[in-house]
């Protein structure tokens, strides 16, 4: 016998418990043992203003900030009104049926503005890695715990510069000096490694950045033979090759930061009427030469 829905929509009173229709396996069930943001609001007590209206819950703001990252949900528009509908996402910033979600330009506002300037998002990533800590999930790569973020261009020396950068800083913050590095190639460098071994004893485990034997028809640094004694190197056909001129040095700066520019012998512009003047023999010039 087919069946009818007897129930309405209209009724005044619910029995609902929003925690009892949230899976257990569910992401954002397991994100919630690890945030502790009870401390939040002290660190942003001077951000806000001591008169007026009580704003809206930073805590709240910050739990949906969370929910955007987790979910991929980029627009704060969209993110507002997912809040507002899904049950999971109300239960994890703790909003009740009732509760109104904040409007999107409230939202921005915040996000763009006081959490900015008071580094509220690194505080609250400080936490999260200072949690992870006292249940003791950093003893190896293991369980891959982020111990700091820093956002570079995608610039290999910029990158590089960005390790130091956080080592530093998890050190300062959480007295954790890293035994061993892992990393790609571009931090294999004589700097990098100097800093690594030299300045904070840690052991690199990075592959070398070897140019020595080429792969694009080229002769590599080990189809030479060097002889020191008569001062050459001698290339794949045997023949010696010798530098037939010294090297320059270039002229130091003057006291301005500038470079002094010396002409050997008098010399004029193509295309410059005979008339128009010529630097004199070995004069100076404080500024460099413009070309065409």
């Known amino acids: 016998m087919m ?3 007897t129930g309405s929509q209209d009724r ?7 925690d009892e229709h949230i899976p257990q396996n569910h992401l954002l069930r397991g994100i919630e043992p690890g945030l502790d943001l009870s401390e939040l609001r002290q660190h942003l007590a001077d951000y806000y203003s001591h008169t007026g209206r009580p704003s809206i819950d930073p805590e709240l703001m910050i739990r949906m900030l969370i929910v955007g990252y987790c979910y991929g949900i980029r627009s704060e528009r ?12 109300r239960w994890f910033c703790r909003l009740v049926l009732e509760d109104a979600v904040p409007d999107h330009p409230t939202f921005s506002k915040n996000r763009h ?12 990533f400080d936490e999260v890695v200072r949690r992870c800590m ?8 293991a369980h891959g715990v982020i111990l700091d973020v820093e956002a570079t261009p995608a610039h290999r ?12 800083r998890v050190e300062a913050r959480f007295d954790i000096t890293p035994q061993r590095l892992i990393g790609d190639t571009a931090y294999r460098t004589a700097p990098v490694l100097g800093w ?12 070398v950045w070897d140019k020595t034997e080429r792969k694009d028809d080229t002769f590599s640094s080990t189809d030479f033979e060097s002889n020191e004694e008569a001062n050459e190197c001698r290339c794949p056909a045997r023949h010696a090759l010798r530098q037939l001129a010294p090297i320059q040095e270039p002229a130091p700066p003057c006291h301005e930061g500038r470079h002094h520019y010396l002409s050997v012998k008098p010399a004029r512009l193509p295309g410059l009427p005979n008339e128009a003047p010529v630097l004199p023999e070995n004069a100076v010039s404080q ?6």
């Open 78 to 89: 969209r993110l507002c009104e997912e809040v507002h509908l899904n049950l999971a996402y």
């Open 287 to 292: 500024d460099p030469p413009q070309h065409p």
């Open 196 to 207: 690594m071994v030299n300045d904070k004893g840690i052991e690199p485990h990075t592959p």
């Open 134 to 141: 006292a249940a003791g999930l950093l003893n190896d790569t």
């Open 113 to 124: 503005g006081r959490f900015r300037a008071s580094g509220a998002f690194r505080w609250v």
């Open 157 to 168: 020396t910029a990158e590089v510069e960005s390790t130091k950068v956080m080592v530093d």
């Open 12 to 18: 005044l009173f619910y029995s609902f418990n929003l």
């Open 3 to 5: 069946g009818c829905r």
